[in-house]
């Protein structure tokens, strides 16, 4: 098991971070109860200690959140973690290298999780044990913060050993430049029409009845983020569906609606009815989006198959180098503004693609 030092002062380690080329770093948070996700663990790894930072301490955190985001971090899949970071701390890290990006272009698999790559680079079998554990508890248990340290444990030597086996291929730059790509902030914003897009059922809605089920989930997330609690807390998916089906006018006509609390109807009916009369005149404000003809079928078919042959060229998964869901995305937008087009990507087969559209 990992040495590693439990700080409730995270100012005070300031200096132990300051000055490395890297640090390691993984968090831990849960967000069951909330709509952002609550940071409740900070590991960081130097090539000397691991610390376990608690960063629900009512202590300082100001020095050690500067120096954090000044440093350049080896993180593990690391989206979720720079989503809480930068809720948590309003920033992110001046610069990362993510493990499991680096290991797709190496060719392990794609989305290889961090055990089985520690598994594969260091024959090292790793706990998973706490993955759904209560982080919010205080003081945490000793196996708790075992397994927390251990997740960083092997970070700096794996990607080590991932950036020189991508140095020797010539690929290193391409790991870099995928990992920067998280580091962009539209990926962390909920933005125009995510909120519906996330509302199964809606899709087959017409006319306002369409537009009221887009309005209910706009306010909802909206309602969501300011009280900081999950969008089923505020109003479930089933009853959000019922209210815009059937574009209630009155208090009555809302509490008839099954599935609606009559304390819940009190406390937001006003709110459900103003934006269901909204409604009715943004009957085309929201187009879902289209499936896909046939001719835009065979178009995708045309596209894997040349990022199918690129990628085994390589010896890559077909995922690493374009999935499916990006080229599908370029389809039906018709934009060329995508990775898929830029970077390495482009240089190797992005002509290719452009040419097929």
């Known amino acids: ?186 990926l962390y914003e909920v933005v125009g029409n995510q909120a519906i897009e996330r509302l199964k059922g809606a899709r087959n809605f017409r006319g306002q009845k369409r537009a009221a089920a887009v309005r209910l989930a706009r306010w909802r997330e909206s309602e969501a983020m300011r009280r900081n609690r999950p969008r089923q807390w505020i109003l479930r998916d089933s009853v959000l569906l019922d209210v815009a089906y059937n574009l209630p006018t009155s208090e009555n006509q809302l509490a008839s609606i099954a599935g609606l609390p009559s304390k819940l109807a009190k406390r937001i009916g006003k709110q459900l009815l103003d934006e269901v009369a909204a409604s009715s005149g943004d009957d085309d404000d929201y187009q879902p989006p289209k499936p896909p003809d046939e001719a835009q079928k065979a178009l995708l078919k045309e596209m894997q198959a040349q990022v199918a042959a690129c990628a085994n060229d390589l010896g890559l998964a077909a995922e690493t180098v374009a999935p499916k869901r990006e080229l599908s995305a370029v389809i039906a937008s018709g934009t060329r503004e995508s990775r898929v087009f830029s970077g390495w990507r482009g240089t190797l087969i992005g002509e290719q693609l452009m040419a097929l559209l």
């Not at 960081?44 to 691991?50: A, C, F, G, Y």
């Not at 520690?118 to 982080?135: I, N, P, Q, S």
């Not at 251990?150 to 140095?167: I, K, T």
């Open 1 to 186: 098991m990992p040495d590693y030092l439990l700080v409730d002062q995270p100012d005070s380690i300031t200096e132990n971070i300051t000055g490395h080329g890297q640090l390691g770093v993984d968090t831990e948070f849960v967000r069951e109860k909330t709509y952002f996700a609550q940071l409740c663990l900070v590991q960081v790894s130097t090539p000397e200690q691991i610390y376990c930072v608690d960063p629900l301490t009512d202590n300082s955190q100001n020095k050690f959140w500067l120096e954090m985001l000044a440093s350049s971090w080896v993180v593990h899949s690391a989206r979720q973690d720079i989503e809480v970071v930068l809720q948590t701390a309003g920033a992110m890290p001046r610069e990362i290298f993510d493990t499991q990006v680096a290991a797709g272009l190496l060719g392990f698999p794609a989305q290889m999780g961090y055990a089985g790559l520690v598994k594969e680079l260091f024959d090292v079998d790793m706990a998973k044990t706490h993955t759904r554990a209560d982080w919010t508890r205080r003081p945490l248990p000793e196996a708790f913060l075992q397994y927390a340290a251990e997740d960083v444990e092997y970070l700096l030597p794996a990607g080590e050993a991932l950036a020189e086996r991508l140095d020797k291929e010539s690929r290193l730059d391409w790991a870099k430049e995928d990992s920067m790509l998280l580091l962009d902030p539209a």
